[in-house]
């Protein structure tokens, strides 16, 4: 008897700990946007629908822009996951696209940007445009990218020489998706 109560014993403590890692966060707050800087802050009229976490590459080409040989961004490649650590999509570009794993998916019209520290990215608003298929991404009105870390421009030659040269950083970014209220 204590053998098959240790043993269900066991086997509770497992289920429990494989639903929390599968359910939300314990202690986990919803998302604010109080803090944030305005131009990047979603109409009132909208709530969360979805708040992911991207990790990957932003790749850069060394290229003409404006007159002057520079590392110009041309796209993302990064894995979105849940806030429990589950795949839950992927974000890739051009256009930037935003793909959840039911295959539903969108791409985006830039709004604002705002400085988010040395050395990341900048948060942004985008609005987001109708959604190609159906599932977790029919109904987003908006992205909001926060939680910025890395990403930007490399710091390394770019010049005549180097023109035609891409090269890819390191980003990790928040990516909040917003549905009419």
Do not use: H
């Not at 976490?53 to 003409?64: F, L, N, R």
């Not at 009105?141 to 490399?154: D, E, F, H, M, N």
């Amino acid at each position: 008897m204590k053998k098959t109560c240790a043993t269900l014993s066991a086997i509770a403590a497992v289920a429990v700990l494989a639903g929390c890692a599968s359910g939300p966060m314990m202690g986990s707050k919803p998302f604010s946007q109080a803090d944030l800087p305005g131009p990047i802050q979603v109409p009132s009229g909208n709530r969360v629908a979805w708040e992911t976490v991207g990790a990957g590459d932003i790749t850069y080409e060394c290229k003409d822009n404006a007159g002057k040989v520079e590392w110009v961004f041309a796209g993302p490649n990064a894995v979105l996951t849940d806030r429990a650590g589950k795949t839950v999509g992927k974000y890739y570009g051009p256009p930037a696209t935003w793909e959840a794993n039911d295959g539903s998916k969108v791409t985006a019209t830039q709004l604002a940007v705002a400085p988010a520290g040395a050395g990341n990215l900048p948060y942004q608003l985008v609005k987001a445009n109708p959604a190609m298929g159906s599932g977790a991404m029919t109904g987003v009105t908006y992205i909001q990218r926060v939680a910025l870390k890395g990403g930007v421009a490399p710091d390394m030659p770019c010049n005549a020489m180097t023109r035609g040269q891409k090269t890819t950083v390191k980003y990790q970014a928040d990516y909040i998706f917003w549905k009419a209220a």
